[in-house]
């Protein structure tokens, strides 16, 4: 594990400042779509935010550390979701949770009874898994990482998170 | 309104919906804390459909959004919604600051805008406000892999947030705590190469996926593709804005940061 809380000060720090800079660049910026004023010195970005920036000078300082790799589904356990009721009908998932939590599989094992929608449901469900999944060590609150699909969304620890309680 | 610490472990509402060609999730945690019944839930149904909304008015893949109008000379960028002047507006910046790495318009058509590296993270971080807008002080919102929570998940004092494995999307690789602030991962794993050094055009392949740690989502998530297109000298790069922090997974597997 790597921890790096010495990090910690300075970007609390920092964050106490850059409420600041983010607002003031938006008048620094060349207005929209003029000769394009170059600046010679980096500026701060603009502020695009919709005053989101208030709320930056209380953010503790964040943490990192580097979790174990996974080894695999050899033990994984088959977990089934509760009936929920989605915007397509009820569904219910069962999905399959290895070490690592690694989700190995994640199939719906209840779909609408309409038609068109169960295809639907069967292309992107939302699996809904109870709070036993937490035991079995899916210790996030969410799951960051390059954009993925609607597809791939449905395998994901993500999915599981999403739908661990209700 | 009621902000901070939570005493007691509240049932979150989870909500996920299909958007932007991905995932979007909202978990909020003070579900009691809002008097009027259905608060919650209607706030989040708005999130979903601001989203659906921005995603019209951007999306490469629709001939009646606004880019696509601008592409094929339909519509004039003055002419275009204060969304897109400023969206524009940012990644001209943002194009300035990275000596072109970063840019919105496509390599093999240079006339053509392409904005989406800077889209997504700044419409999540735009409808967040209506959480906040609601009195909500305890949610995390995940749009396709970046995120931006407030408060705490009720047991822990900050979020968790597991980096997906760029070499398995079923498994995590890093860990990152946060309270109040966005975390945004650029990469090429999960959609194949649909980044590109625009100082050159090529495909970035430097890193195996590079993330940022900071205040705000959109320029959180903007830092994140701009640094992973600048290659070697992203995690550098990131480090000249204060409050931004970057972490890399290589493509040996190992995590670098700043």
Known sequence: MVALAALGGAFLRSLDQSANTVRLSARALPSHFGNGATATTLAPPPDTSNGTGGDTATVPAPTTTVAAPPTGCGNANSVDGPVIDTRWGPVQVRAKIGDGNRVCSADAIQTPNDHDRSVFINQQAVPWIDDEVKTQGVNFDSIGGDTITSDAYRESVQAILDGRAK | ?258
């Open chain 2, 1 to 258: 309104m009621t902000v901070g610490t939570v005493n007691t472990v509240v049932a979150p509402y989870r909500s996920a919906r299909p958007v932007m060609g991905t995932i979007a999730s909202v978990h909020v945690y003070d579900r009691d804390r809002v008097g009027e019944p259905g608060v919650v839930e209607r706030t989040v149904d708005r999130v979903f459909a601001e989203l659906e909304r921005l995603e019209a008015m951007f999306s490469t893949f629709r001939a009646d959004s606004e880019i696509s109008r601008i592409n094929r000379g339909e519509l004039q960028i003055p002419a275009s919604s204060t969304e897109v002047c400023d969206v524009l507006d940012a990644c001209r910046w943002l194009d300035q600051a990275s000596d072109g790495a970063f840019s919105a318009y496509r390599p093999d058509a240079p006339d053509q805008l392409d904005p989406s590296g800077f889209v997504k993270g700044w419409a999540a971080d735009r409808v967040s406000q209506a959480l906040r807008d609601a009195g909500l002080a305890n949610w995390c919102l995940n749009v396709g892999g970046d995120i931006i929570v407030s408060g705490a998940p009720g047991r822990d004092q900050r979020w968790k947030i597991g980096i997906v494995d760029p070499r398995d999307a079923h498994a995590v690789r890093a860990t990152i705590e946060v309270s109040h602030g966005a975390v945004a991962t650029s990469g090429t794993a999960a959609r194949g190469m649909h980044l590109w050094d625009g100082r050159t055009g090529a495909n970035a392949t430097a890193f195996a996926s590079l993330t940022v740690i900071g205040p705000n989502l959109t320029w959180t998530d903007a830092f994140a593709t701009t640094a992973f297109a600048l290659g070697e000298g992203g995690l550098e790069w990131v480090k000249q804005f204060d409050g931004y922090q970057a972490m890399a997974i290589t493509h040996e597997n190992e995590v670098v940061t700043t």
